[in-house]
């Protein structure tokens, strides 16, 4: 199995895998070893889809079978795929559909589409109860509360992925919380295709919003030793009571966050279709700031919209600059199928490239200032990874990387397990930024 793209489709895989597990037809073991290969695809971007296509042929010189789920199902047809599963009909995979896929000639494929822009809550309350437990990574649950969107951005394919709005019950998040306490599990991160859509699902759902959400779960897990980490927000969507909750819960949510404002200039953001300014995104930065002086505010932004012209660019570089932001993911445009974006005039590629360069030197020494911060201070850190040397992140989203484990710690460190770590600086490699520390304390 292979995951591309987003927090909710990396959640997705795990029910996915539950109900094969539990369908008893198919033994998972890893990639090397399998005859069959779950790819679950991204359609946010043309290099998502390049990447799938490029999974799909190694499989297929391997003699393998194909599963593709996700996203770009339920936009096309996937050419080589034995199954393809678009997101949203997870409920669907059943030992026979399975059996078939096993027996039948590679020629004959079967396709299961999302059909219509489905407002049934029960399917995305079916997805989180399948979850496939001794699959999650040991360090990180990913829990899905919400799924769909109906706000349509021009260049956004995900409404015809994803549907419509609709979301888990207040009462299974707060189960589903519990039960990955119960594993173990010392942080979950909420994961949805719009978080702040929770609670509307086309139908009349009252007081049902994700403020009320989070004030419930603050009330309900004080004092546990969990942390609580959203997959991603956007600005102008963070109200009162989801202030009040965070400011309950504030020894249990991660102070990182991650509000996707898309780009820096606000005629772009028209261009976009998005219901929010970029003052509205420093506003909202500053409510957060105020309740977690040491969060991390993480972004999006994407380069290269159709009718950006260099002033635009310079006042998203500006904008960003002067900024708060400790983390951001920089796109290039990509024109995706069936999205009005997709018909605009393009900034040429060139100029893309060049702009994408600039924007991410930018995103580098916003990121290397943020964590400099943090130089001389003990931070808590989850241990992600253990092989050779030892990895985590903090509830802030500080990578740290602990150079001589054993200096003064002879305990076996372990994924999952909670260290008290002092930064001591901060490096870079050619792939990324990361903090270096001692261990001072473990769990
Ligand atoms: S808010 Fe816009 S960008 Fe985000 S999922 Fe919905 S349509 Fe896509």
Redo the contacts with the bound molecule.
């Keep these: 199995m292979r995951n591309f793209g987003c927090k909710t489709n990396f959640s997705d895989l795990f029910s996915i895998l539950g109900r094969i597990r539990k369908s008893n037809e198919i033994k998972i073991t890893d990639m090397k070893e399998s005859d069959i290969v779950i790819l679950n695809s991204c359609s946010v971007t043309k290099d998502a889809e390049k990447e799938l296509n490029k999974w799909i042929r190694k499989a297929k010189r391997e003699g393998k079978k194909v599963i593709v789920t996700g996203c770009l199902p339920n936009l096309k047809k996937i050419a080589d795929a034995d199954l393809s599963i678009g997101s949203g009909n997870y409920n669907k995979i059943s030992p026979e559909i399975l059996q078939k896929v096993i027996n039948e000639k590679t020629e004959n494929k079967t396709e299961i589409r999302l059909n219509g822009l489905i407002l049934d809550n029960s399917i995305v309350e079916d997805d989180v109860d399948f979850y496939d437990y001794e699959s999650f990574p040991r360090s990180r649950a990913y829990l899905k509360i919400q799924e769909g969107?109906d706000?349509?951005?021009t260049f956004?394919s995900?409404?015809l992925t994803r549907g419509l709005p609709r979301f888990v019950s207040e009462e299974k998040v707060i189960s589903k919380i519990k039960e990955f306490i119960e594993r173990n599990f010392k942080e979950i991160v909420l994961v949805g295709?719009?978080l702040a859509l929770y609670g509307k699902n086309g139908k009349n759902t009252g007081e049902l919003n994700l403020g009320r959400l989070v004030k419930k779960i603050a009330k309900e897990f004080q004092g546990e030793k969990i942390k609580l980490r959203f997959s991603s927000l956007?600005p102008k969507e963070i109200d009162e009571q989801m202030l009040e909750g965070l400011e309950l819960g504030k020894n249990i949510f991660c102070p990182h966050f991650h509000i996707?404002v898309q780009s820096g200039s606000n005629r772009i953001l028209k261009l976009m279709r998005r219901w929010h300014t970029f003052e509205d995104f420093i506003n909202d930065s500053e409510k957060l700031l105020k309740l977690f002086p040491d969060a991390c505010i993480g972004t999006d932004i994407i380069i290269g919209f159709p009718g950006e012209t260099d002033k635009d660019f310079e006042e998203t570089l500006r904008n960003i600059q002067s900024s708060e932001v400790g983390h951001i993911h920089v796109f290039p445009f990509s024109p995706r199928p069936k999205t009005p974006a997709s018909f605009m005039r393009k900034v040429p590629e060139k100029e893309i490239n060049e702009r994408v360069k600039t924007m991410l030197k930018i995103a580098n020494e916003k990121r290397e200032k943020f964590f400099r911060r943090f130089v001389g201070k003990t931070l808590e850190t989850l241990v992600e990874d253990v092989n050779g040397k030892i990895e985590g992140t903090t509830p802030n989203y500080i990578n740290v990387l602990i150079e001589n484990p054993s200096h003064n710690n002879k305990t076996k460190i372990e994924k999952g397990q909670i260290l008290f770590c002092n930064i001591k600086d901060v490096k870079k490699n050619e792939s990324k930024i990361y903090a270096t520390a001692e261990i001072a304390q473990t769990e």
């Design positions: 969107c706000k349509f951005c956004c995900i409404p295709t719009h956007s996707s």
